[in-house]
C-alpha cells in the first residue's frame, strides 16, 4: 500500500480506544484500507484474563453504548479522547477493532476520526526523500492522548467490560474463543512495531511510497507506525507493554527494525 500524498486519514480510533481499554492504543488509520471487521486473526497463546461470560440477554445496543462510554470516560478528560467515545454501536466496533489490529488490518470503519489538518510531507535527503519530521509531528496529539492514559485504570475498565466484549467478539464470527487472546495479538503487534530514526520513500505518480522493498511489504498498521515517526511509535509502543503487564498478559516481542538506510 502506497503513502498518499493527501496523508492516511482517519486515526484508527484511539489506537483500539486502548484496545478497548487494553483495547485502544495505538489507531491512525489508512483510508483506502480494504479491511474487514471479521478478518481472522492469527492469535498465539497469552496469560488469559478470566472473567465470567453472562447468561443474561445482550443489552440493547443503547444500553451497552452508555455503558461502555461510561467507563471509558473517566480514562481521560481530554477532548479528542471524549471525541473518540461519542460514535454508536461503541462496544462492536471496539471489539472489530481488537479483531483488526491482531489480524493487521486497518480499522478505519470502526471509529471516524478526523484526518490530520497538515498534508504529508517529504524532505530531501541527499538524492532521496525522507518522511520530514513536520509529517510525524502531525500525529503527536494522537501518541499524547493515549500515551496520558493510566495503565491499571485501562486494565480495570477492560475487566468490567470483558464479559460484553467477549460477547461482541463471538458475535463477530468466533463463538466460543477467547478474547484475551486476540486482545494479547493487538498489543503484541503494537509492542512488535517497526521503529525507524529515517524512512526513506520516493514518488510513484501521485504517490509515495518506501523506498525500501521491505518497509513497503510491511502490512497496513505496520506502515502507520512507520508515518507517525520514532517519537510518537516509541510511546504507543511502551503504553502497549504497559497495558499487557497490567492485564497480565506476556507479549513475546521481536527486536523492532531500528536505524535508517
Do not use: C
Not at 491482531?102 to 498534508?119: C, F, H, K, M, Y
Not at 504529508?120 to 496520558?148: P, W
Not at 507517525?228 to 492485564?247: D, V
Amino acid at each position: 500500500m502506497s503513502i498518499q500524498r493527501s496523508v492516511v486519514g482517519k486515526t484508527w480510533a484511539g489506537i483500539l480506544l486502548t484496545i478497548a481499554a487494553g483495547a485502544f492504543i495505538a489507531f491512525v488509520t489508512i483510508r483506502h484500507s480494504r479491511s474487514s471487521p471479521a478478518a481472522s486473526p492469527s492469535v498465539a497463546p497469552a496469560t488469559a484474563v478470566t472473567a465470567p461470560i453472562p447468561d443474561d440477554p445482550p443489552l440493547q445496543p443503547a444500553r451497552s453504548d452508555s455503558l461502555v462510554r461510561d467507563t471509558l470516560a473517566a480514562l481521560s478528560p481530554r477532548n479528542l479522547y471524549q471525541e473518540w467515545l461519542s460514535t454508536d454501536h461503541l462496544l462492536e466496533r471496539l471489539a472489530a477493532i481488537i479483531v483488526d489490529l491482531a489480524g493487521d488490518e486497518s480499522p478505519n470503519r470502526q471509529l471516524s476520526i478526523p484526518a490530520p489538518r497538515q498534508r504529508f510531507s517529504a524532505a530531501r535527503v541527499g538524492s532521496s526523500l525522507a518522511i520530514s519530521d513536520r509529517s510525524y509531528a502531525r500525529y503527536d496529539f494522537f501518541a499524547n492522548v493515549i500515551a496520558s492514559l493510566d495503565e491499571r485504570q485501562v486494565a480495570a475498565a477492560y475487566h468490567k467490560l470483558h464479559p460484553l466484549l467477549e460477547g461482541a467478539y463471538h458475535l463477530l464470527g468466533y463463538p466460543g474463543k477467547p478474547l484475551d487472546r486476540v486482545t494479547a495479538r493487538a498489543l503484541r503487534r503494537i509492542a512488535d512495531a517497526p521503529v525507524r530514526e529515517e524512512v526513506r520513500v520516493r514518488k510513484a505518480g501521485s504517490l509515495y511510497v518506501y523506498e525500501d522493498p521491505a518497509l513497503e511489504a510491511l502490512g497496513p498498521v505496520e506502515k502507520q507506525f512507520l508515518r507517525m515517526g520514532p517519537r510518537n511509535t516509541l510511546l504507543l509502543k511502551e503504553q502497549a507493554r504497559q497495558i499487557a503487564a497490567a492485564l497480565g498478559m506476556s507479549l513475546q516481542q521481536k527486536p523492532p527494525l531500528v536505524g535508517s538506510r
